[in-house]
């Protein structure tokens, strides 16, 4: 079982920022793209962003030009930079590691997951 660790939610106010941290073991994340999905209460779980092993960088539209993904190979780590955020970002953030080139759906559950980190913005 892959084991990947998630880190850095909780409760901010509208506007504020977070930063979600995720550790892969190496050898997973050497060979792995990187993501984050979300899932709020009661909704699907849903694709917020990917990045490549070339860390080539892919949002979905909610969040562009308030959200970064970045990945450190030193730290074998995955980041998901969160600004202005906002109620709707309300969700539990999950990590996920995939094989390169294999399609990231909006909703599909492939790869190895992280236990989920809670992020609450109040408003």
């Known amino acids: 079982q892959v084991q990947l660790v998630e880190s850095g939610g909780g409760l901010v106010q509208a506007g504020g920022s977070l930063r979600l941290s995720c550790v892969a073991p190496?050898?997973?994340?050497?060979?792995?793209?990187m993501g984050w999905y979300r899932q709020a209460p009661g909704k699907q779980r849903e694709l917020v962003a990917y990045?490549?092993?070339?860390?080539?960088?892919t949002y979905i539209d909610s969040v562009k030009g308030r959200f970064t993904i970045s990945r450190d190979g030193a730290k074998n780590s995955v980041y998901l930079q969160m600004n202005s955020l906002k109620p709707e970002d309300t969700a539990v953030y999950y990590c996920?590691?995939?094989?390169?080139?294999?399609?990231?759906?909006?909703?599909?559950?492939?790869?190895?997951w992280g236990q989920g980190t809670q992020v609450t913005v109040s408003s």
């Open positions: 996920n590691a995939r094989p390169p080139n294999t399609p990231w759906g909006p909703a599909d559950d492939f790869g190895s």
């Open positions: 190496g050898s997973i994340f050497r060979w792995s793209d």
């Open positions: 990045i490549t092993m070339s860390s080539r960088p």
